[in-house]
Nanobody, 123 residues
Framework: QVHLIESGGGLVQAGGSLRLSCVVS????????MAWFRQPPGKERQFVAA????????VYADSVKGRFTISRDNAKNTAYLRMNSLKPEDTAVYYC????????????????WGQGTQVNVSS
């Protein structure tokens, strides 16, 4: 088990940018694949992006492709989500998650979660 803490959320105008961070405790960060999910108000949690343990492979939801970038720094035990060209529909609680498996983007596939950070995009 690992402990995940997200930060970086806030209020931003449409077209703006934010960078979310997810710090992971423990010495085994580099063995985990990392992902970001989000949960808009009144909706189910949805996949946003994932990055492999080495950082060599990334996957994005179609809704964020070209606007969001997932990255990681294994020396700092931290994963990031850079969000550009934000839209009001990006408003959600954003969660990071860690998993040793790869290829299944459903939230039930992830055992380790942070507490979430709120992102609000105004029009």
């Amino acid at each position: 088990q690992v402990h995940l803490i997200e930060s970086g959320g806030g209020l931003v105008q449409a077209g703006g940018s934010l960078r979310l961070s997810c710090v992971v405790s423990g010495r085994t960060f580099s063995s985990y694949n990392m992902a970001w999910f989000r949960q808009p108000p009144g909706k189910e949690r949805q996949f946003v992006a994932a990055i492999s343990s080495s950082g060599g492979i990334t996957v994005y939801a179609d809704s964020v492709k070209g606007r969001f970038t997932i990255s990681r720094d294994n020396a700092k035990n931290t994963a990031y989500l850079r969000m550009n060209s934000l839209k009001p529909e990006d408003t959600a609680v954003y969660y990071c998650a860690a998993n040793r498996g790869w290829g299944n983007w459903g939230p039930l596939s992830y055992d380790n979660w942070g507490q979430g950070t709120q992102v609000n995009v105004s029009s």
